[in-house]
């Protein structure tokens, strides 16, 4: 069975890090798109990063860009996503999904690209 779960989740100060992590089983990572969303209260759903099943083709939404960092761990069948320089406007439960083949590459996706989510990571950030 696919099943993905999310971890790292926590409170931080503006201007701090978090480490995300997203750990898959039932599937091999290479085989798909692996996409970090982000929902904060009332808010719509948002893309923020994704990286590809076959050569780690990564894409970052502008409001991360610079600030972001996503990878993948094959042997431990996980994607991190490494958050920097956190700001008010970046709390938000952050969930990880995936659904899509890795070819071809085609960024930015849809939330409905995706058939497979966790079920979400909280982050906070305090001022």
């Known amino acids: 069975q696919v099943q993905l779960v999310e971890s790292g989740g926590g409170l931080v100060q503006a201007g701090g890090s978090l480490r995300l992590s997203c750990t898959a089983s039932?599937?091999?990572?290479?085989?798909?798109?692996i996409d970090w969303f982000r929902q904060a209260p009332g808010k719509e759903r948002e893309e923020v990063a994704c990286?590809?099943?076959?050569?780690?083709?990564?894409y970052y939404a502008d409001s991360v860009k610079g600030r972001c960092t996503i990878s993948k761990d094959m042997s431990h069948n996980t994607v991190y996503l490494q958050m920097n320089n956190l700001k008010p406007d970046d709390p938000a439960v952050y969930y990880c999904?995936?659904?899509?083949?890795?070819?071809?590459?085609?960024?930015?996706?849809?939330?409905?690209?995706?058939?497979?989510w966790g079920e979400g990571t909280q982050v906070t950030v305090s001022s």
């Open positions: 999904a995936t659904g899509v083949v890795a070819k071809p590459w085609a960024p930015p996706y849809r939330d409905d690209s995706y058939a497979y």
């Open positions: 039932g599937f091999g990572l290479e085989h798909f798109v």
């Open positions: 990286v590809s099943g076959s050569d780690g083709s990564t």
